[in-house]
């Protein structure tokens, strides 16, 4: 029988996940419920997961590198998680009212972040993002907000343009609300020369790692100058770590390159797999959420949300911090990551293919086209040209590589993923083999 090809033998093999997308597409916009779920010709439809594998309604079965977005560090169902979200829900999921469980999750924030003096929960990381600078323009009184290009901080109006969707802004969003952020590369002298123009800068927002979870990565000092920048100026100095937060080390970026930001952006993994996001920072800056004391002039930053620190989220959020505070698991993470990044680029260099993959801690991006890599190696994004790594790939070919990856039972988070403390050295040969299959079809495709 002549070859089917990628795409077919993925519309083949998954004959339940393309009932249900036609079934999806009747009630959700493209049939999906978050952008990055979107797929060609249909995503796949996940029935059931453990640890570091998921398994979809046909029956397949999956090296999960998506780990719920990132937030699954300990991967799925971790026992000491599953745990003690199941003992909270006997207990009872929305009280309606302060509970002992979010004095203890602010406290282990408290413990681990190291700039975090007080919290305030949301239900998200966009939430998070737009608290964050609603503080820091009430604190400054300056309106004036500092992105960089292609940093991605949520949908929210503030954050929206620019980000990992593209370069434009996307539609919806009003010309004055734009106004208010200045969308610059990393480049300090752009943002001294900002500040000075316009005057009313009050916040500069930066994903710690870099775009994309680190995907374009913040040069190697960049961020303590930064710091350093803001402080002078009173500017409140933002760190996203929604991503990087309790991944890159149990205090995130801002421990692990000894950076203190004003204020720090939190979500996924601060969760433990649950819905919630937080806002963690200097008091006195947090203090525009606090009530005033009778008689007193003023307002304060009004802050309901039904969800916020919800008991449940609370949970199983304190288990996990509990369990990643010592740094092993990321280290372990960190270090399956490197092999599996070697492996890749392993197979690269055999097939005498260009690209590299390349990441920080335990993320990776897989880029195909662009750089050669001379060897079976790790590769830090800061070593990359950065230009080249903002070029990116080919989008039809990535999507092919994609499927032909779902086909031989590896699920990427886009073009690259996270790992887990639970992602075992099988995995990672596994998934090294499932890639090599995956560019000799694509080669043979004639999409290489
Ligand atoms: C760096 C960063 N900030 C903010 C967000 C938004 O978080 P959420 O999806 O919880 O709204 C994300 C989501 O991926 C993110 O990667």
């Known amino acids: 029988m002549a070859p089917m090809g990628i795409e077919q033998d993925f519309v083949d093999g998954h004959p339940r996940s393309a009932s249900l997308y036609a079934r999806a597409s009747r009630v959700l ?9 979107f797929m060609r010709p249909f995503p796949v439809y996940i029935d059931h997961a453990a640890g570091a594998h998921k398994w979809d309604v046909d029956g397949r079965q999956y090296i999960d590198y998506v780990v719920g977005h990132g937030a699954l560090l300990l991967g799925q169902n971790h026992p000491v998680v599953t745990e003690a979200a199941s003992a909270q829900l006997l207990k009872g999921t929305h009280y309606g009212g302060s509970h002992e469980r979010e004095i203890e999750w602010a406290e282990e924030v408290v413990r681990i972040v190291p700039s975090a003096e007080v919290v305030r929960f949301t239900s998200s990381g966009t939430e998070a993002t737009l608290m964050a600078l609603r503080l820091a323009r009430a604190f400054t009184g300056k309106p004036g907000i500092i992105k960089f290009h292609r940093h991605f901080h949520g949908w929210h109006d503030y954050v929206a343009a620019n980000s990992k969707y593209g370069d434009h802004s996307p539609p919806g969003i009003p010309e004055s609300t734009l106004d208010t952020v200045a969308i610059l590369p990393l480049d300090l002298g752009m943002v001294g020369a900002t500040v000075e123009e316009r005057g009313d800068i009050g916040a500069v927002i930066i994903e710690s790692a870099g775009a994309s979870s680190g995907q374009l990565p913040v040069p190697r000092g960049f961020l303590q100058a930064l710091q350093a920048f803001c402080n002078e100026r009173g500017i409140v100095f933002i760190m996203d770590e929604v991503v990087t937060g309790f991944r890159w080390a149990p205090g995130g970026v801002q421990e692990a390159e000894r950076v203190t930001p004003d204020l720090t952006t939190l979500a996924k993994i601060l969760a433990g797999g649950f819905p919630g996001g937080a806002v963690a920072g200097r008091a006195d800056i947090m203090q525009g959420l606090a009530f005033l004391d009778p008689g007193a002039k003023g307002q304060k930053i009004g802050h309901p949300g039904t969800f916020n620190a919800n008991p449940l989220s609370a949970a199983a959020g304190i288990a996990c911090l509990r369990e990643i505070a010592d740094g092993s698991h990321q280290q372990r993470a960190a270090a ?21 993959i390349y990441g920080q801690s335990s993320a990776f991006r897989v880029l195909i086209g662009g750089p050669t890599v001379p060897e079976e190696s790790d590769y830090d994004a800061r070593d990359l040209d950065w230009d080249v790594l903002a070029a990116g790939g080919a989008p039809e070919r990535d999507r092919l590589l994609q499927l032909a990856l779902l086909n031989r039972g590896v699920q990427l988070f886009g073009t690259g993923g996270m790992l887990s ?14 890639f090599d299959g995956a560019v000799c079809a694509l080669r043979d495709e004639g999409a290489l």
Do not use: F, K, M, Y
């Not at 916009?29 to 779920?37: A, E």
């Not at 399956?336 to 590299?356: E, P, S």
């Not at 403390?421 to 499932?434: F, G, L, R, Y």
């Open 421 to 434: 403390s639970v992602h075992t050295e099988d995995d990672i040969a596994a998934s090294v083999q499932a």
């Open 29 to 37: 916009p493209s049939g999906v419920t978050h952008d990055s779920r």
């Open 336 to 356: 399956l990551a490197g092999q599996l990044r070697a492996g890749l680029n392993g197979v690269l260099c055999r097939r005498g293919i260009h690209g590299v």
